[in-house]
DNA sequence: ATTTATGCAAATCCTTTGCAAATCT
DNA sequence: AGATTTGCAAAGGATTTGCATAAAT
């Protein structure tokens, strides 16, 4: 996989930091400390987090000083902008994760123990494009949450079922 | 269409109140006068609509008296519970539409005037259940938002690229 | 030197909750 | 009567904003 024309090595021929600084100079903006600690942290593991999340995660880093909590809300906003996250919101808070050199997915969401799970289909987005053109809408992107109860949580509820008739 | 067998005429036997008043008998609850008002209200027209919304457009029909703000939430969520209203996270606050004798249907989102137009696609369906299937997960339902930008703001946009030029 | 970003405190927005009074069954 | 529901006021959680200070260009 070293083929210089592959999508994944032209996509992550920068850093995220160095793609984000990037960014900033085109737009005038600043490198500042505080962005960054956020955009190390964001990326020092693929996952999913919401503001609060990132923020304690940054004051337990040890070394790394935290960062105040607009500033985590004005960072991730220019994140997102820049391309680096993707935003959506689950269940009235706003939930992160990457959306750069990171192959494009979607999720399912357990209402049980409330985990993201990813999963990736081409389908979805031929079917996306198509109903655009449909439309003549132009498609920059879309969401899709499949709603259900995770192989593991569906198994804790055989259990207590289960259970349950046994004490009968 | 006046076959009993189709699924239109099925689920669509009794009107929204009348299966709503159902729900509430089944589950021990009172059909009073404000969830009665609010019902009217929300089969009123097939529409996208949050809580202010509901509130505003039912304090403003004529003869008809008006309902708390904490009120018209817990209805909004019991209606939900019943099955007649989707509720689904849109840019922070919560959208309901009818779930209740209308078709299954997917959304685009205009990113410009932020309208929600309905489509509708069989292979979202499928595709959506055979993921769940490949990954032991109970599918329960799904939300899929197609972002972008709508013919009409397209249009709007071409027009103001062009002044723009007009100028130079 | 100038402009942008930060952190604090306070504000805002949407939604939920405690509780006494009103309304159903 | 007895239980649930309402409306009010107030609380709550997530996110945003105003503004003086700090940091970056």
Redesign the pocket.
């Known amino acids: 996989m070293t083929d210089d024309f592959s999508l994944g090595a032209v996509e992550t021929a920068l850093s995220p930091l160095e793609r984000f600084e990037e960014y900033l100079q085109t737009k ?8 960054r600690r956020i955009v190390e942290e964001v990326f020092r593991q693929h996952d999913h987090f ?3 999340q990132l923020m304690a995660s940054i004051a337990k880093s040890p070394g790394i000083e935290k ?5 985590v ?3 991730l ?1 220019v994140l997102v902008e820049a391309g680096l996250l993707r935003k959506m919101g689950l269940g ?3 939930v992160y994760e990457h959306d750069y050199g990171y192959p494009q997915h979607d999720h399912m969401h357990c209402q049980a123990c409330n985990q993201l799970i990813e999963f990736h289909s081409d389908d979805i987005q031929r079917i996306r494009d198509a109903v655009g053109r449909q439309h003549q809408f132009r498609v920059t992107g879309h969401l899709l949450i499949i709603n259900g109860v995770c192989r593991d949580c569906m198994r804790k509820q055989q259990r207590q079922r289960g259970d349950r008739l046994d004490r009968i």
């Not at 005038?28 to 962005?35: A, D, E, L, N």
């Not at 960062?67 to 500033?71: C, F, H, I, K, Q």
């Open positions: 005038g903006k600043r490198i500042t400390q505080p962005r919401d503001a609060d960062v105040s909590r607009p500033t809300y004005r960072a906003e009235g808070r706003a």
